[in-house]
Nanobody, 126 residues
Framework: VQLQASGGGLVQVGGSLRLSCAAS????????VGWFRQAPGKEREGVAC????????????YYTDSVKGRFTISRDNAKNTVYLQMNSLKPEDTAVYYC????????????????WGQGTQVTVSS
């Protein structure tokens, strides 16, 4: 299982970025998948996830409150890729963003995800 995240960068307040997470070695079809972020000095948090309830039923998408209405998670199973469209970016969105996946992942909690990409830096300047 390998995940390759990309699309981060430096953007001004109010700008947009689209993160991509390409999977290899497995198919996203049967996995929960999510985007997480970690800002300096803070714990890693779930941003947006497609969870898998009871290891069978997909639920979601789930969004943490601070990104609702601004971020959109989507998945293209044909390309085995998950995206995070981020609009109206704010300085507090600055963090390293990670994609992660797991066969379980019933909630958007980092501890529930076993496989992680390398992270991509998002910096929002004011």
């Amino acid at each position: 299982v390998q995940l390759q995240a990309s699309g981060g960068g430096l953007v001004q307040v109010g700008g947009s970025l689209r993160l991509s997470c390409a999977a290899s070695g497995f198919s996203f079809d049967n996995y929960a998948v999510g985007w997480f972020r970690q800002a300096p000095g803070k714990e890693r948090e779930g941003v947006a996830c497609f969870s898998r309830l009871d290891g069978i039923t997909f639920t979601g998408p789930y969004y943490t409150d601070s990104v609702k209405g601004r971020f959109t998670i989507s998945r293209d199973n044909a390309k085995n890729t998950v995206y995070l469209q981020m609009n109206s970016l704010k300085p507090e969105d600055t963090a390293v963003y990670y994609c992660a996946t797991d066969t379980g992942g019933y909630a958007c909690l980092p501890a529930l995800y076993s496989y992680w990409g390398q992270g991509t830096q998002v910096t929002v300047s004011s």
